[in-house]
């Protein structure tokens, strides 16, 4: 199916005039019909026909408009993703910036004793740690 914009509106005024108990106008009808649904139908005078190829058209734009929606929302999710994929693809040093948090396992250094802590040389309160005797 192809749809153009005039052809958009053309049906929704065929649907408008349906819906008031109208006729369409039949070439025009039959025109945008065959373009758009890919058939190759005469036209008819014939008023339940008419109102057929109308609905016809309804139910085949609702369609269109339903997977463009979808289709969009895709993108837009994909987009997302992609965007999000981006942030956690970010080094972890620059993360750290941003954030100014630095994971504790990184900052822990062993000290010779086996015990861990920022520097062998001091303790918990920040006072200098006695050396320990064998």
Not at 3 to 30: A, C, M, P, Q, S
Not at 42 to 66: D, F, H, I, M, P
Not at 85 to 104: F, L, M, R, S, Y
Not at 118 to 134: L, M, Q
Request: net charge negative.
């Amino acid at each position: 199916m192809v749809w153009t914009e005039e052809d958009i509106e053309k049906v929704r005024k065929f649907i408008n005039i349906k819906n008031k108990g109208h006729y369409v106008e039949t070439h025009e009808l039959t025109s945008v019909y065959n373009r758009v649904l890919e058939k190759h139908v005469n036209n008819t005078s014939c008023g339940s026909c008419l109102r057929q190829r109308v609905e016809e058209l309804e139910r085949a734009l609702r369609k269109y408009e339903a997977d463009k929606a979808k289709k969009e929302a895709e993108e837009i999710k994909a987009q997302e993703a992609s965007e999000q994929e981006e942030v956690d693809n970010t080094p972890q040093v620059a993360k750290e910036a941003d954030t100014g948090q630095i994971n504790e396992e990184e900052t822990k250094e062993e000290n010779n004793d086996g015990t861990e802590g920022k520097s062998p040389a001091t303790t918990k309160k920040g006072k200098k740690a006695k050396p320990k005797t064998a």
